[in-house]
C-alpha cells in the first residue's frame, strides 16, 4: 500500500537558519505529493505540491522536488521566519483513473519551532 | 479564495451521544472526504464521498460513523454513538478531481468525549 515516512521531529531553528524536512514515500505509479502546514490552532493549510517526477513545488519560500528516483519529496527553506512554526505533512495522493477518489495519505508530521 | 467550513469548531460530548459534524464544501467540488487526528498524531483518513455514494472508507470507519450529503451544499459526518477515543479534530475537505488531486482542508471541528 501507499506509505509516506517524513523526519521525526520536533525541529528547533533559529530564525534565518536553513531548513530541511526529509519525506519519502511508497507507492504504485505516479502519485502526486503535497505539503500541508497547520499553524498552532488552525487547519490544514496546502502548502505547495508537484504532479510529475522533477516538477518542483514552491510557496512562501519553501520548496520541494519530486525526485522519482530516490521516492523523495524534501521541503527546504533558505531561511526560516519566526511565523514558520508549525506542524510540517508531507502526503501523497495516488493517480488513479477519472472519478476515482484519490485519497491522501499523510506522514507522522513534523513539529518545527523557530526562535527568534 | 473559496473555502471549506465547519461547525462546529468544538463541540463536547458524553459518551453514547449522538453528534453530527458539518461541512461546506467548495461549491464546484465533487469528491469529498472526512479524516480525523487524534491529538498528537497522524492524520487519518476516513472516508470519501463522491457522486452520492461512499467511495472508500478506511477501517476505522465502521457501523457507527455515516456520512451523508442532504443537500446541494452540506455534508456531514455523523457519529452514533461516541467513545471516548472519538475524541480528535475531524477535517471536511473537498477536491475537484482534477489538476493535480489537490484537497482542501477546513479548519476542522474539535470534539471531545467525556
Known amino acids: 500500500g501507499n506509505s509516506v515516512t517524513q523526519m521525526e521531529g520536533p525541529v528547533t531553528l533559529s530564525e534565518e537558519a536553513f531548513l530541511t524536512i526529509n519525506c519519502t514515500y511508497t507507492a504504485t505509479g505516479y502519485p502526486s505529493l503535497f505539503w500541508y502546514v497547520q499553524y498552532p490552532g488552525e487547519g490544514l493549510q496546502l502548502l505547495l505540491k508537484a504532479t510529475k517526477a522533477d516538477d518542483k513545488g514552491s510557496n512562501k519560500g519553501f520548496e520541494a522536488t519530486y525526485r522519482k528516483e530516490t521516492t523523495s519529496f524534501h521541503l527546504e527553506k533558505g531561511s526560516v521566519q519566526v511565523s514558520d512554526s508549525a506542524v510540517y505533512f508531507c502526503?501523497?495522493?495516488?493517480?488513479?483513473?477519472?472519478?476515482?477518489?484519490?485519497?491522501?495519505?499523510f506522514g507522522s508530521g513534523t513539529q518545527l519551532t523557530v526562535l527568534p | 479564495e473559496p473555502e471549506v467550513t465547519q461547525t462546529p469548531s468544538h463541540q463536547v460530548t458524553q459518551m453514547g451521544q449522538e453528534v453530527i459534524l458539518r461541512c461546506v464544501p467548495i461549491s464546484n467540488h465533487l469528491y469529498f472526504y472526512w479524516y480525523r487526528q487524534i491529538l498528537g498524531q497522524k492524520v487519518e483518513f476516513l472516508v470519501s464521498f463522491y457522486n452520492n455514494e461512499i467511495s472508500e472508507k478506511s477501517e476505522i470507519f465502521d457501523d457507527q460513523f455515516s456520512v451523508e450529503r442532504p443537500d446541494g451544499s452540506n455534508f456531514t459526518l455523523k457519529i452514533r454513538s461516541t467513545k471516548l477515543e472519538d475524541s480528535a479534530m475531524y477535517f471536511c475537505?473537498?477536491?475537484?478531481?482534477?489538476?493535480?488531486?489537490?484537497?482542501?482542508f477546513g479548519e476542522g471541528s474539535w470534539l471531545t468525549v467525556v
Open positions: 502526503a501523497l495522493s495516488p493517480r488513479l483513473s477519472s472519478g476515482s477518489a484519490r485519497q491522501l495519505t
Open positions: 475537505a473537498s477536491g475537484s478531481g482534477r489538476s493535480g488531486n489537490t484537497i482542501y
